[in-house]
């Protein structure tokens, strides 16, 4: 069971706006900041989103992340193929004194 | 680069032992991490060691975890004893941030089977 929950799945056509949920509570999201990864089925996650809406090096300006109180949310506009992949929200934990993830949420482009 | 090496498959109450190569940068300042994905599963933290060996562990795994570092050598090295088939898992290794969930470069991974 994961600490951030994330929906399983989510889906849209090519050019839509998809946006995937991330809940957690005052010791993560609520206290820290929120990181985004990519993973394409067969690699290593990739770091796509950091620091309150920051994107490393190459990623697209279609993606975006929003947070309010112990909740965020990633934003893919101009949905493409190539987004197909697993999106993980994660967090540093106070309590814990580790990052936290969610579960993954599986976007198919139909 | 970061690079996982160890066996592939491990027996039930045996010890998992996976070493971790960086290469393009020193290890110094930063922290270096151990993540797991169960097969079709999502992804679980299981600890960090500092430049320095200070390591920090996952509670849940904290009684059979141990984590080293050999700066010299650019690697640093992930131990888990009495391992099961809940075990049995892609385990990545990663720069990583503490105070954060920054892991910014991460190892391809490598599967580990828990099996007799």
């Known amino acids: 069971q994961s600490v951030l929950t994330q929906p399983p799945s989510a889906s849209g056509t090519p050019g839509q706006r998809v946006s995937i949920s991330c809940s957690g509570s005052h010791s993560n999201i609520g206290s820290n900041y929120v990181y985004w990864y990519q993973q394409v089925t067969g690699t290593a996650p990739k770091l796509l989103i950091y620091t309150s809406n920051q994107r490393t090096s190459g990623v697209s300006d279609r993606f975006s992340e929003s947070k309010s109180g112990t909740s965020a949310s990633l934003d893919i506009s101009g949905l493409r193929s190539e987004d197909e992949a697993d999106y993980y929200c994660?967090?540093?934990?106070?309590?814990?004194?580790?990052?936290?993830f969610g579960g993954g949420t599986k976007v198919t482009v139909l | 680069q970061l690079q996982e090496s160890g066996p592939g498959l491990v027996k039930p109450s045996e010890t998992l032992s996976l070493t971790c190569t960086v290469s393009?940068?020193?290890?110094?300042?930063?922290?270096w991490t151990w993540i797991r994905q169960p097969p079709g599963k999502g992804l679980e933290w299981i600890g960090y060691v500092s430049d320095r060996g200070s390591p920090t562990y996952n509670p849940s795994l904290k009684s059979r975890v141990s984590m080293s570092v050999d700066a010299g050598k650019n690697q640093f090295s992930l131990s888990l004893s009495s391992v099961t088939a809940a075990d049995t898992a892609v385990y990545f290794c990663?720069?990583?941030?503490?105070?954060?969930?920054?892991?910014?470069?991460w190892g391809q991974g490598k599967l580990v089977i828990v099996s007799s």
């Open positions: 990663a720069r990583f941030l503490p105070g954060t969930a920054n892991q910014d470069h």
């Open positions: 393009g940068t020193l290890m110094n300042y930063y922290s």
């Open positions: 994660a967090a540093w934990d106070d309590n814990l004194r580790g990052p936290v």
